[in-house]
């Protein structure tokens, strides 16, 4: 009686298959078929990535639509391939639904899938379905390439390179405070929506990340989903190396300055250790008057790759300490 | 206390990352990066497949371990690769988990996934990790190629084809009904065993689907997840052609004749529309007699492509009709 049903390989087949650029280069065959088929036309490494997002782990419905939903998973799968210095280019799309799924979920998904997908030019070329016994599951596979076919790594930071991030810190640590206090109000002002925002919908660093990469500047590149501190440490590890981070470098949006307070939080903490701000963190011989970019993105020095391996937080200076260290989920085992 | 503790990072570091040979050929970066890399080093297309398996929906915790979950759900991946004639190569895990984890739970796991890798040559390059609020969630990225360059896709079958099927039929059906009701109990009988062994752990037909591709002999294949009568609606897809089905002809095991009446279920249905099976279904226009293939498992000519759009099944030439068609889960959308 007015009840839609689909199945789950109508799922894919109806409401994704049209996304993006079917006959695409490349794309010898897409959605449909057992597996999808890409061409290699040229001897350029494949970038790989997965991602997911996970209702009430990653978000909560209340303050985040299916539309944001969808265009996040793009997002943060494409900071992966920007962090490579490399160009997104087909995707595969996992969902696990819960039913019945609320009315127009799917829909509203689709629309924000399309518009993601499109603005970065990545083509759907395959995914599955499946019903979830609960929560809404969904998750992206990322396929790029780099341009002159040599991706940033993470593993080769030197001493004395300089620590750069691109963008500001904390924005979305803060916005997701915000989110969980207030949901997505029409009583918050313009600043707390610009740091929602942040968190909702974050702008991974695409052509930045390509840009960095063409012109061969970095020795090391990250994106900060984690949080500063625990994806600096991602960069360090196998070598034993450190970093200096000089705090009052950091760079803060105006809205961060002016909101951090009343919601009782530490600027400082929530840039180091706040987590899906999605920025690229990357290190380079080159000084700051060395670097210059076609992207407005502001690019900011934060410290040094040191010889002494660990990380050291310096306030003017001055060894400081954080009770933090990024965003982890720790699993514990029985017994 | 004896506690351990994982974050989500050192679950694919520690447990991982040692899975295959990293420095397999064509692999640049495995695990440890934003995104693996893997080179191209001849011009073959790339075949990527994405599926994932959640508790309570494809299995139940009582009656599959982690061991056997990590073997299907490789099992499963490597289907759709073989399903395109190719040979599975690299894997990117995806691990949802709540926490905290039953003990032992991920090293058996672990231990499931090196085997069933290690036993098709693939290398795991990446992964990510999440927290789950309920039920477990793996899922698998499975990369491929076809030896000579040409995978078999699914929308070419020929009027007059016959349709082939490899192994046996409704095993896999028959042996979850068991499972539902006695679970993986030592009162089983032998035959019940390998019933319920063809759930849990199904041979995905990759070095045969190979060969096919190599011989070039199939005009279309696809493996049979869904069940019989749903994949092969899925081969006659946007054509306008059909398919006729001999139920006479159709393959079981011996233990499936003599166990399914046990479980007042019809053979017939259980192989035309029980899903899991993971056997091939291809159409050739080669007769029986003209096929050789050097691996032992069997393939039984079960019908062929007509020019009537639809799928008939004959019993005796005479037309039957069944209740069910084929596994199918629909989804629902409120209001």
């Known amino acids: 009686m007015g009840d839609k049903t689909w199945s789950e390989f109508e799922i894919i087949n109806r409401f994704f298959r049209t996304i993006g650029n079917q006959s695409a280069e490349g794309v010898i065959t897409g959605i449909g078929d057992d597996a999808a088929v890409i061409s290699e036309t040229r001897e ?15 978000y909560k419905s209340r303050w985040m639509s299916p539309y944001q ?3 996040k998973l793009v997002a943060v799968n494409v900071s992966d391939i920007a962090a490579m ?4 280019l087909y995707a595969l799309l996992a969902l696990a639904l819960p039913d019945p799924m609320e009315k127009g979920w799917i829909e509203g998904f689709r629309k924000g899938l399309e518009d993601a997908l499109d603005s970065f030019g ?10 979830s016994p ?4 969904v998750a992206l596979t990322l396929l790029g390439k780099n341009d002159d076919g040599t991706p940033i ?12 991030v691109t963008g500001t810190l904390g924005d979305a640590a803060l916005g997701l405070i915000i989110l969980n206090q207030k949901g997505q109000s029409p009583a918050l002002t313009e600043e707390e929506v610009f740091l929602t925002q942040r968190h909702l919908d974050p702008i991974p660093r695409a052509v930045l990340g ?18 500063l501190i625990a994806d600096l440490d991602h960069l360090l590890e196998e070598a034993s190396i450190g970093a200096e981070i000089h705090v009052e470098s950091l760079p803060y949006s105006e809205a961060f300055k002016h909101v951090a307070s009343h919601y009782h939080e530490s600027p400082e903490t929530l840039a180091l250790t706040g987590g899906e701000d999605y920025e690229l963190l990357f290190t380079s011989p080159l000084p700051p008057d060395r670097l210059s970019f076609s992207s407005p993105t502001a690019i900011t020095p934060i410290g040094q790759i040191t010889d002494t391996p660990g990380i050291k937080i310096l306030k003017h200076g001055n060894p400081v300490s ?4 990024g965003f982890q989920h720790l699993f514990h085992q029985k017994g």
Chains 1, 2 share one sequence.
Request: charge should be negative; proline fraction near 6%.
């Open 134 to 137: 609960g929560p809404v599951m």
């Open 210 to 227: 390509q840009e960095i990469a063409s012109k061969q500047i970095a020795t090391a590149m990250i994106d900060i989903s984690d949080g």
């Open 85 to 88: 210095g490399g160009k997104p």
């Open 122 to 131: 990545i083509t759907l070329i395959g995914g599955d379905t499946s019903q």
């Open 69 to 71: 939903l969808a265009r």
């Open 322 to 325: 954080l009770d933090a260290k």
């Open 44 to 58: 350029r490494p494949l970038l790989i990535t997965h991602d997911m997002m996970i209702e009430d782990i990653h």
């Open 153 to 164: 790594l993470r593993h080769h930071p030197k001493v004395g390179d300089t620590l750069y």
